[in-house]
C-alpha cells in the first residue's frame, strides 16, 4: 500500500483489532506507534511488530484526558515525527440499559470513544496541515446505525462517529487530509467476548451460545477477524483511497447492508 515513510498512530493499538492494524501498517512500511492505557500490552505489541523488522514504540495515552492526550502525542512526535496516519480506535463497552445506565458509564463511553476520537485529532491534524498530507480512520460499528436495546452509551458513541467524520472531512478536505470511518460487525476480540457475557446474562442464555449462534445469522457464514478490519484500514491510508473522504464502510460479512 506504499506507506513507507509514513508515521501511523493507532489508539487502542496493543490488542484485539488495534493490534491487527498496528501490525498491517508496520507491514505495509510505516513507523506505528502503538497507543494504548494498557502500557505492559503496548510494550509487548510493539515488540512484537519490532521483531518483524519494522520500527514500533509502545506510548501510554487516556484518550478521555487531554493532558494525556497532549504529553503522549508530544512522545511519538519526538521519538518517531509527525503522525501522517491517525487511527482512532480505542473503544470500550458497557451494558448501558435506558433505565439502568449511570452517568459514569455514559460518560465513560462518550469520553474514550467520541471526545477521545476529537482530542486525538486536534493534536495531530496540525502536523498533517503542514504536511498537506493525512489519513484519519475512525473506527465506527454496524451499531453506529442499528441497536439492539440496552446500549444506549455505545450506540450514541459510535452514531456519533459518523457525525464527526463528516465534519472534519468537509473541513480538512482542502488540507488534503482525507477522514473516513471503519464499521466493523461482530469481530472475534475480547470485546465481542465480554459483550457476548453481557448479554447471556441479560437474557438467560447459556454461556457460549450467542457467539455461536451469531456466526449463523451472518451471510458470509463466520464472525469477523481482527484482519478482515486491517485490512480495510489499510486500504483507507493509501494512496488507492486518495479521492475517498467523509464515507463509512462496513465490514460485517453481509449481516447488515447498507
Known sequence: MGLEGKIALITGGAQGIGLAISQRLAKEGASVAVVDMNKEKADKAAQKIESTGAQAIAVEIDVADPVSVAEGTAKVTSELGSAAILVNNAGVYRSTPLLGVSEDSWKLSLDVMLTGTLLMTQEVAPHMI?????????????????????????????????????????????????????????????????????????????????????????????????????????????????????????????????
Not at 504536511?131 to 442499528?146: E, T
Not at 455505545?154 to 488534503?176: D, F, P, V
Not at 451472518?218 to 486518495?242: Q, T
Not at 479521492?243 to 447492508?257: A, D, E, K, P, R
Open 130 to 258: 503542514r504536511a498537506r498530507w493525512g489519513r484519519i480512520i475512525n473506527l465506527g460499528s454496524m451499531m453506529s446505525n442499528v441497536a439492539y436495546g440496552e446500549d444506549v452509551a455505545y450506540c450514541t458513541s459510535k452514531s456519533g462517529i459518523l457525525g464527526l467524520t463528516r465534519s472534519l472531512a468537509a473541513e480538512l478536505a482542502k488540507h488534503n487530509i482525507c477522514v473516513n470511518t471503519v464499521c466493523p460487525g461482530n469481530v472475534l476480540t475480547e470485546m465481542l467476548e465480554q459483550t457476548a457475557d453481557a448479554i447471556e446474562r441479560r437474557e438467560g442464555l447459556e454461556p457460549g451460545s450467542w457467539i455461536k449462534d451469531r456466526a449463523k445469522d451472518i451471510p458470509l457464514g463466520r464472525l469477523g477477524k481482527p484482519d478482515d478490519i486491517a485490512n480495510v484500514v489499510s486500504f483507507f491510508c493509501s494512496e488507492d483511497a486518495n479521492y475517498i473522504t467523509g464515507q463509512s464502510l462496513h465490514v460485517n460479512g453481509g449481516l447488515y447492508q447498507f
